[in-house]
């Protein structure tokens, strides 16, 4: 089974908990891939000379990183809410993540629309041990049912969120002014 994290690498990005959660994993078929650029990549190589696991995968394209994705058991994104920036952004990542099919494992950022809700896992306490506990549930999931849930989010995601339907909204909302 593979988790991935793909996106910028830094620490404030929650990805120092991220491998410490996932390092008291204790299955030896589990690996954590990350995907990206930027200064905690030494610290994933680092991670990875005590735990072969833990793999850094650097930058690929996006038509190589969606098929990696799809492939996936489940993908991470263990964003801190705590960020003030976090209260007036939505993480498209997390979009991206839901319309490849693959479960998504996210924090409740602020800006997550409360119809995201059903369509992913989520980190209940935002530290290695919480990201521990997540992943350990998620993990003890058949293959099949976390499949069958990614099937869900990813046709929500093409149905609810696809340009057509997002650019209705946007057009009601400057016709009512």
């Given at each position: 089974r593979t988790i991935i994290y793909?996106?910028?690498?830094y620490e404030r990005y929650g990805l120092k908990h991220l491998v410490e959660g996932f390092k008291k994993l204790k299955d030896p078929q589990i690996?954590?891939?990350v995907f990206g650029a930027g200064p905690f990549s030494k610290k994933i190589e680092e991670y990875n000379k005590l735990d072969s696991r833990i793999v850094y995968k650097g930058i690929v394209?996006?038509?190589?990183?969606i098929s990696i994705l799809i492939k996936a058991s489940l993908l991470v994104n263990p964003r801190p809410t705590h960020e003030a920036y976090t209260k007036y952004s939505f993480p498209s990542k997390n979009l991206e993540f839901m319309s490849v099919g693959t479960p998504l494992l996210t924090t409740k950022l602020p800006g997550i629309p409360k119809d995201h809700f059903p369509h992913v896992y989520f980190i209940n306490k935002e530290s290695s041990l919480g990201i521990y506990k997540a992943l350990s549930l998620l993990m003890r999931y058949s293959d099949k049912e976390l499949h069958e849930f990614g099937l869900k989010s990813k046709s929500f995601t093409l149905k609810k969120k696809n340009n057509v339907t997002q650019s209705k909204k946007i057009?009601?909302?400057?016709?009512?002014?």
């Open positions: 793909a996106g910028g690498l690996r954590l891939w394209t996006n038509a190589e990183l057009l009601k909302m400057i016709l009512k002014k």
